[in-house]
């Protein structure tokens, strides 16, 4: 069993307490974790006086906000998940998307949103060693971009393509909710018919809309995914996503 495990910058700030580590470091088989760290960049970025720019809930990354970002990612937030891996009991190695050619990714929209890429190639053998060695991988989705250059990618949108690309049977998408929510009550399966049902009524948008429309695309190549928060580390269920990709006249 090789697991993906995402934990998003939002589950860092409030639900990652020392026995949700110590859940994470018990789960059975292999894990990858790929993590994000949103409001400690934000946090950084104010310290430093660098303004943050957002476009349509994105954030604009450039300049010294790119050279920021790729530093608390793949430095300060990657350490700190790795050091509380490993004093639960699971031993961690911490490294990038740029690290041994792990992940490619081409800018999406460099007039708009500047150094923010998308995920277009992975190569396992980075994971493939570190899981042979008996280590737990601990991914920034900060990502090599064309020529080398750095490039600002979403966790959900590292970690799913990185299940995909080490054929992965579990990716476990964690946030501080409890999974995909319809007025207020959870969504236990989600499929492509009810997703697009969901965004038409407005219950399902932003950014879990776009986690929903890239999970439907993975449950479709056969690995199971869930969405929600810590929980779904001790046997939780969240939202099981099946399906298909939602299609681009629902969004």
Known sequence: MLTVVKIGGAWLERGAEDSAFSALAKLDGDVVVVHGGGAEISRWLDRSGIEVEWVEGLRVTRGDSLQLTAMVLSGWVNKRVVEALSR?????VGLSGE?????LAEPVDPERLGEVGRV???DPRPIQVLLRGGFTPVISPVSSGPGGQPLNVNADEAAIPLA????ADRL???SDVPGVLARGRLVETLDRE???ALARSGDLAGGMLVKVNQALDAASRGVEVRIGDAALLSGGSGTRIQGSEL???ST
């Open 88 to 92: 639960a009991g699971r031993p961690a």
């Open 99 to 103: 690290d041994g050619g792990l992940l």
């Open 120 to 122: 277009i190639r992975v």
């Open 164 to 167: 995909l690309g080490v054929n």
């Open 172 to 174: 476990l998408l964690l």
């Open 194 to 196: 009810r997703a697009e």
């Open 247 to 249: 299609s681009p006249a």
